[in-house]
């Protein structure tokens, strides 16, 4: 199954560049242009894997965008994306659960093979969630 991404970032040219890109890499991608619009789709389309998000947008902002997303679906992995990288921000958004930082621009190998890394993370904590429900479903026959 192809990752499925949400691509977020206040920049609409940086946005169709990118999911055209990605989209020949084979990835399936949704765009957002706000933390707000990406918390909707999200609502709306909840197997996405990855989030690819600027760190420095108008109104609610990468981090604030971040904490929202992990509050609501932990699972989720975030890449959070930047031109105005700080060590400060790179810590927090660590902190708040992103699973990577890049520098904007990315290199496009880099970024799709942290996008890969991450989904692969995503899905194998799904498949223990799996598992876990599967094995107590099966404890409750042995009493």
């Known amino acids: 199954m192809n990752p499925y991404i949400l691509l977020v970032d206040d920049e609409v040219q940086f ?3 990118m999911q055209k890109r990605l989209v020949k890499k084979g990835l399936k991608v949704a765009a957002a242009l706000s933390g707000s619009e990406a918390l ?21 902002d990468g981090l604030e965008t971040l904490q ?9 992995e975030v890449i959070m994306l930047t031109g105005h990288a700080t060590v400060e921000s790179a810590v927090q958004g660590m902190k708040l659960g992103a699973y990577d930082y890049l520098m904007k621009p990315c290199d496009q ?9 991450a989904v692969g993370v995503k ?9 876990a429900a599967v094995k107590n479903a099966l404890s409750g026959f042995q009493d």
């Open 68 to 76: 929202e997303i992990k509050k609501r679906l932990p699972l989720v």
């Open 15 to 17: 946005v169709e560049t």
């Open 109 to 117: 190998e880099e970024l799709l093979d942290k996008v890969h890394e």
């Open 40 to 60: 909707d789709v999200l609502g709306k389309h909840r197997n996405i894997d990855v989030v690819i998000l600027d760190v420095k947008m108008p109104g609610m």
């Open 123 to 131: 899905r194998n904590r799904e498949e223990k969630i799996r598992e």
